[in-house]
């Protein structure tokens, strides 16, 4: 990316901004300029019209440009000169009756007076309206001077203080609430240097420790923050519950969710860059009984591999699993509770297919990871775009392979199966604790059994157990620094693959249970998640009570 530009020696200046002159135009001139990509141009566009904050804070939170390159880049834009803050300047005309929460809000103070003509620090001079606002105010013409951010609100800062405009408050707990419900007050919390840093400083953490989720949970008289690695939480820190207002309103400004709104669950999406890499967070937000409670999923940049022994899978299960995968119809199901992999397994076999002749959509809430070549498409209930109805579009587009990322009512369960039995390869997932319960579920759901029977080429049932810490073992005393002390570190699959067809066919379609589905599955030679984990104990790779723990099981001594 280049550098911010030089600095101007004089330049035009900008007493109004013209209608041609807007943060549309901004954009296409540093793309232009080659400082922005095409995809960065459109990841700024896109979160303007979603996101409540100013438009140089967008472009600073997205990583794409610091405050002080900003700056430089707007002056150029612009045809303004470089300045700096006059110490003091608090005797500048109007000043001692401006509005300073206003100028928090919208970036732009009064620095001084040049021929009559009001000099204006601005962080975002392209704001609409704006200009004129303060034209007006003022009754002066104004000249634009562009600054970061953080040094117009420090100046900011500095005039209250010599002012004495902060005053102490008689009656503390009216003004908490009306300050709670002020969002001007809220956006301004969340810019604020101690919680920015705190949050940045967290997912970084997260990031740099291998974590899959974040809770942020408020009780009481505190925070918790949990980290979720391998599978299992652990506390990682307690913060003050002063801090909660911030840390929830940053979160949801940088989501694009609405920051006032306390009383119903939000989900969203941010992106925060970490270490040089862009790292997408999903956002679930729920109303507890002291707070709003925050859970963050890191998704990070998967690498799918058509190779299924990456994930764990031996080399039986392998052959079992890629024949089911290369039927030209039918279904194949993914079964297993939330967390045990069955996304990952479902990438990998739909990367095992993606070839140029064949046609791949997914249907998925909400997507995510993107794969090279093939179709995405994500569900969305605010719009009654649900799976069903998703899934009816995507059967008119002429697929060969639909990835239906969840099964979750009759109405998706009976497209898809008429899916499979119109020449078309479905994939999905359902939440059931077996292969055979695969069958007892979709018949749970009120499908025949006859069209289970036909259909289902096969079901994959999968957990993800941690590996042993090759690093340490269980009778050390001191802390491994490769696992911090939790004995494990990485994990794999156990799992058991039922392939449909002959005996267990006839046994689904004449009603069977989900015992009798089972035993005949082992009769024609497959194996169970049971032996399978059991297989991997006796290798070392894990342990008896971590295989308890996974399966809900009582462990041997």
Same mark, same amino acid.
């Given at each position: 990316m280049?550098g911010?530009?030089?600095?101007?020696?004089g330049?035009?200046?900008?007493?109004?901004l013209g209608?041609?002159?807007?943060?549309t135009d901004?954009?296409?001139? *540093?793309?232009? =300029?080659?400082?922005l990509?095409?995809?960065?141009?459109?990841r700024?566009?896109?979160a303007?019209r979603?996101?409540?904050?100013?438009?140089?804070?967008?472009?600073?939170e997205?990583?794409?440009l610091?405050?002080?390159?900003?700056?430089?880049?707007?002056r &150029?834009y612009l045809?303004?000169?470089?300045?700096?803050?006059p110490?003091?300047?608090?005797?500048?005309?109007?000043?001692?009756?401006?509005?300073?929460?206003?100028?928090r809000?919208?970036?732009?103070?009064?620095?001084?007076?040049?021929?009559?003509?009001l000099l204006?620090?601005?962080a975002n001079?392209?704001?609409?309206?704006?200009?004129?606002?303060?034209?007006?105010?003022?009754?002066?013409?104004?000249?634009?001077?562009?600054?970061?951010r =953080?040094?117009?609100?420090?100046a900011?800062?500095?005039?209250a203080a010599?002012s004495? @405009?902060a005053?102490?408050?008689?009656?503390?707990?009216?003004?908490?609430?009306?300050f709670?419900n002020?969002?001007?007050?809220?956006?301004d919390?969340? $810019?604020?240097?101690? @919680?920015?840093?705190?949050?940045?400083k967290?997912a970084?953490?997260?990031?740099?420790?291998d974590?899959?989720?974040?809770?942020?949970?408020p009780?009481?008289?505190?925070?918790?923050?949990?980290y979720?690695?391998?599978?299992?939480?652990?506390?990682?820190?307690t913060?003050?519950?002063s801090?909660?207002?911030?840390?929830?309103?940053?979160?949801k400004?940088?989501?694009?969710?609405n920051?006032?709104e306390?009383?119903?669950p939000q989900?969203?999406?941010?992106?925060?860059?970490?270490?040089?890499?862009?790292?997408?967070?999903?956002?679930?937000?729920?109303?507890?009984?002291?707070?709003?409670?925050?859970? *963050?999923?890191l998704?990070?940049?998967?690498?799918?591999?058509?190779?299924?022994?990456?994930?764990?899978f031996?080399? %039986?299960?392998?052959?079992?699993?890629?024949?089911l995968?290369?039927?030209?119809?039918?279904?194949?199901?993914?079964?297993?509770p939330?967390?045990?992999?069955k996304?990952?397994?479902l990438?990998? *076999?739909?990367?095992?297919?993606?070839?140029?002749?064949?046609? @791949?959509?997914?249907?998925?809430?909400?997507?995510?990871?993107? $794969?090279?070549?093939?179709?995405?498409?994500?569900?969305?209930?605010?719009?009654?775009?649900?799976f069903?109805r998703s899934?009816?579009?995507?059967l008119?587009?002429?697929?060969?392979?639909?990835?239906?990322g969840?099964?979750?009512?009759?109405?998706t369960?009976?497209?898809?199966?008429q899916?499979?039995?119109?020449g078309?390869?479905?994939?999905?997932?359902?939440?059931?604790?077996?292969?055979?319960?695969?069958?007892?579920?979709?018949?749970?759901?009120?499908?025949?059994?006859?069209?289970?029977?036909?259909?289902?080429?096969?079901?994959?049932?999968?957990?993800? #157990?941690?590996?042993?810490c090759p690093?340490c073992? %269980?009778?050390? #005393?001191?802390e491994?620094?490769?696992?911090?002390?939790?004995?494990?570190?990485?994990?794999?699959?156990?799992?058991?693959v039922l392939?449909?067809?002959?005996?267990?066919?006839?046994l689904?379609?004449?009603?069977a249970?989900?015992?009798?589905i089972?035993?005949?599955?082992?009769?024609?030679?497959?194996?169970?998640?049971?032996?399978?984990?059991?297989r991997?104990?006796?290798?070392?790779?894990t342990?008896?009570?971590?295989?308890?723990?996974?399966?809900?099981?009582?462990?041997? &001594?």
């Amino acid at each position: 990316m280049p550098g911010p530009p030089e600095a101007i020696d004089g330049g035009t200046m900008m007493r109004a901004l013209g209608h041609s002159i807007s943060e549309t135009d901004f954009i296409e001139f *540093l793309r232009g =300029k080659g400082v922005l990509s095409v995809e960065s141009a459109y990841r700024i566009s896109a979160a303007i019209r979603s996101s409540p904050l100013p438009f140089d804070v967008v472009i600073t939170e997205l990583g794409l440009l610091t405050e002080a390159s900003l700056a430089e880049w707007l002056r &150029t834009y612009l045809g303004v000169p470089r300045a700096v803050f006059p110490a003091p300047f608090s005797m500048v005309p109007g000043l001692e009756t401006y509005d300073l929460d206003f100028a928090r809000t919208r970036g732009a103070i009064p620095i001084g007076l040049e021929e009559d003509e009001l000099l204006v620090a601005f962080a975002n001079p392209l704001e609409k309206g704006l200009l004129e606002t303060l034209t007006y105010y003022f009754q002066r013409e104004i000249q634009i001077r562009v600054f970061p951010r =953080k040094e117009i609100v420090l100046a900011i800062d500095a005039v209250a203080a010599d002012s004495q @405009i902060a005053t102490e408050d008689d009656n503390a707990p009216a003004e908490q609430s009306a300050f709670d419900n002020d969002v001007d007050r809220l956006r301004d919390i969340a $810019l604020e240097a101690p @919680i920015i840093n705190f949050v940045a400083k967290m997912a970084q953490n997260a990031f740099d420790a291998d974590v899959t989720d974040i809770h942020i949970e408020p009780f009481s008289d505190r925070v918790q923050i949990r980290y979720r690695r391998d599978g299992v939480l652990s506390r990682n820190d307690t913060v003050q519950k002063s801090m909660l207002s911030g840390i929830v309103t940053r979160i949801k400004i940088l989501s694009g969710l609405n920051i006032v709104e306390r009383r119903l669950p939000q989900d969203g999406r941010m992106r925060l860059s970490i270490r040089g890499t862009e790292i997408d967070f999903r956002v679930s937000i729920v109303p507890s009984l002291h707070g709003e409670t925050i859970v *963050l999923r890191l998704l990070r940049n998967l690498n799918v591999s058509s190779d299924l022994s990456d994930l764990g899978f031996d080399g %039986e299960a392998r052959r079992t699993i890629s024949q089911l995968a290369q039927s030209s119809n039918g279904m194949v199901v993914v079964t297993g509770p939330t967390g045990s992999g069955k996304t990952t397994t479902l990438y990998s *076999l739909v990367s095992l297919l993606n070839k140029e002749g064949v046609k @791949i959509f997914t249907i998925e809430d909400p997507v995510e990871y993107q $794969l090279e070549g093939i179709t995405q498409l994500q569900v969305n209930p605010a719009i009654a775009l649900d799976f069903a109805r998703s899934l009816r579009s995507v059967l008119r587009q002429d697929p060969d392979i639909i990835l239906v990322g969840e099964i979750r009512d009759k109405e998706t369960a009976q497209i898809a199966i008429q899916a499979a039995l119109t020449g078309h390869l479905v994939l999905t997932t359902l939440h059931t604790n077996t292969a055979a319960g695969a069958f007892t579920r979709l018949r749970d759901m009120g499908i025949d059994e006859y069209l289970i029977a036909s259909t289902i080429r096969g079901v994959i049932a999968q957990r993800l #157990v941690r590996l042993l810490c090759p690093s340490c073992s %269980e009778d050390e #005393v001191s802390e491994c620094p490769a696992c911090r002390g939790t004995h494990y570190s990485g994990r794999t699959v156990i799992y058991e693959v039922l392939e449909a067809g002959g005996r267990v066919s006839a046994l689904v379609g004449s009603g069977a249970t989900e015992t009798e589905i089972v035993k005949q599955a082992v009769a024609d030679g497959m194996t169970t998640m049971a032996a399978c984990a059991s297989r991997l104990v006796d290798a070392g790779v894990t342990s008896k009570l971590e295989v308890s723990r996974v399966l809900n099981t009582a462990a041997e &001594t």
